[in-house]
């Protein structure tokens, strides 16, 4: 296992059940940093005390949202047996309050996130094992007095440094980027999740703008082919992966950009023979130049219930599958079904299904290259970022670029995933609408009666309420492109062996970062001169072409 882990304190206490001091005493002694070692003096440790007719409980905030579990250490206390306990971990304030299969939603699927357990006497218990920032604990013994010397969150990741980076003149945008990188690297566990409560597993669409995530900020991870290769074995052909069409296309398109980015020709070598049973498996889903695909049809929840919408995406994906499949194959010299994988496209290409009034469509028809951008871009572009989706979002900000529309672009970041950050979100969501944002509560405090809970209250599908994941890698989008399109990292050629920069800054008036390559970090630096000009600054390794 490459992770490691990191006790945490609390940072604050946001809630406490008794106020006055007399079952909750010393609370804050838990916001102090410890060494989770138990000890035969009573010295500065919190107390809670209960009766026959009242329970003791505290909430605590952690201060943002991590993978791990809770360590717990124990004083010297006068019974000598174990003391029971109530256990709440939450994304939100709401979570972490709310009951189990509650008319909020909450549940212990994939991870348990609400129990009993006994602590022991004068010693430390570790559990826990999901995606949190909050911690409510209720002492469930009557008549018990429970020390507690330490409380501290386990926080499991990956110890792998970020190199790639941006900085810019507006601090929201740098806010933001940081978050999608941290959302993904929370997701970098023994495989590449989703979620880090739900559904912690291997969803290879939701991996795509992750793994784009991690070619931009932590280059090569192992993670990536290993998930990619878990995806792989589980799916005997003609089966699609997750049970989805467009997930194994997904795979495709992964595997396309993976090996741009990382050059690793005797992995992409490895993929051969399932890689060209998939494109032939693809090929065969053509019916008079369309698509007909079986299994789950499916681009994202938000759009799921708009079959023509599906329809549109599903044939741009075709066309962008087997134009990926082409290329590795060409570069596998797999020369008869390279041509194959043409000829299907171009067959694919005289069939340009509607928009279907969704943006999600929209933008894959433009990626596609079978709908002008500018096109698509109007239908984008109406009501700002009203309609965007955490998923598809990031491709919707790819049309968009295709389109030129990069000022609008930056502006949609900042609107809708800016709004999760004002709603005090530490991670990017499963799901996220502006309308949200009317009259909302925010999710690291107590929600007052005359707001609205943003977590109880919204979601659909399989995220309903409190079941919604509040930190999940799919929502990523806007990190890998700002570097790529703001930034302007473009990658030409395999294993980064030329790198186009071409920025665009809008209203911004700087731009630095750093991007990694198979051969070290190409620096970057833009500066808007006072007559509108970008002033350009590169070091790069010198095995990688620069192109202006």
């Given amino acids: 296992d490459p992770r490691v882990r990191v006790n945490l304190p609390a940072v604050r206490v946001v809630w406490q059940s008794d106020p006055t001091g007399s079952q909750i005493i010393n609370i804050n002694r838990l916001l102090k940093p410890g060494n989770g070692q138990a000890e035969l003096i009573n010295k500065d440790l919190a107390v809670l005390k209960s009766d026959k007719n009242s329970e003791p409980a505290f909430l605590l905030d952690f201060g943002r949202e991590i993978y791990g579990g809770l360590q717990i250490t124990t004083g010297l206390m006068k019974v000598k047996k174990p003391t029971k306990v109530r256990i709440r971990f939450g ?13 909020g939603g909450a549940t212990n699927d994939h991870a348990m996130r609400d129990f009993i357990i006994d602590l022991p006497w004068l010693g430390g218990l570790e559990v826990g094992n999901t995606g949190f920032r909050f911690v409510r604990i209720d002492l469930l013994t009557p008549d018990t007095e429970l020390l507690l010397k330490e409380i501290n969150a386990i926080f499991i990741f ?10 810019s003149s507006d601090e929201r945008l740098n806010q933001i980027w940081q978050t999608g990188a941290y959302t993904v690297h929370l997701n970098m566990q023994q495989y590449l999740w989703d979620g880090i409560k739900r559904d912690k597993l291997v969803w290879v669409g939701d991996m795509h703008p992750e793994v784009m995530a991690i070619n931009s ?3 090569y991870n192992e993670v990536v082919p290993k998930s990619l290769d878990l995806a792989r074995d589980a799916t005997p052909l003609p089966q699609w992966m997750n ?12 595997q396309r950009d993976w090996y741009y980015h990382q050059g690793d020709l005797k992995y992409l070598q490895s993929q051969s023979e399932y890689l060209t049973g998939l494109l032939q498996q693809l090929i065969s889903k ?6 007909a695909l079986d299994g789950n049809r499916f681009l994202d929840w938000p759009s799921s219930e708009n079959k023509e919408a599906v329809h549109a995406g599903l044939q741009a994906m075709m066309i962008m599958a087997l134009q990926a499949g082409s290329e590795l194959c060409s570069i596998l010299k797999e020369t008869k ?13 005289k069939n340009v299904p509607a928009m279907a009034n969704s943006k999600q469509a929209a ?10 951008a500018e096109r698509a871009n109007q239908l984008i572009s109406e009501n700002g970022a009203r309609g965007f989706s955490t998923f598809y979002g990031y491709y919707m900000l790819q049309a968009k670029a295709l389109a030129g529309d ?3 672009a930056i502006d949609n970041i900042k609107e809708y995933w800016g709004g999760m950050l004002d709603l005090g979100a530490t991670t990017f969501w499963e799901d996220f609408d502006l309308s949200w944002k009317e009259n909302a509560g925010r999710i690291d405090e107590m929600v007052p009666d005359v707001k609205i809970d943003v977590h109880a209250t919204y979601g659909a599908y399989c995220y309903k309420n409190l079941r919604h994941s509040l930190a999940h890698g799919w929502a990523a989008g806007p990190t890998s492109w700002l570097t790529t399109h703001v930034l302007g990292v473009k990658v030409l050629a395999p294993g980064c062996k030329t790198v186009k920069i071409e920025p665009h800054l809008g209203d911004l008036k700087f731009v630095n970062g750093s991007f990694p390559t198979p051969f070290g970090l190409i620096k970057i630096s833009h500066l808007k001169m006072a007559d509108g000009k970008i002033k350009t600054s590169v070091v790069a390794p010198k095995q990688v072409k620069i192109v202006r």
């Fill in 243 to 254: 049970g989805i069409s467009s997930y194994s296309m997904w795979w495709i398109l992964i």
């Fill in 286 to 291: 053509i019916k008079d130049g369309k698509e």
């Fill in 91 to 103: 994304e939100s304030v709401s979570e972490a309050m709310s009951e189990v299969d509650g008319s």
């Fill in 337 to 349: 079904l390279a041509l194959a994988c043409d000829g299907a496209v171009s067959l694919l290409k």
């Fill in 217 to 219: 900020v932590f280059g």
């Fill in 363 to 372: 933008a894959l028809l433009a990626l596609a290259g079978i709908l002008p």
């Fill in 158 to 167: 990956r110890d792998v440094p970020y190199l790639g980076s941006f900085h």
């Fill in 406 to 408: 990069f000022d609008g």
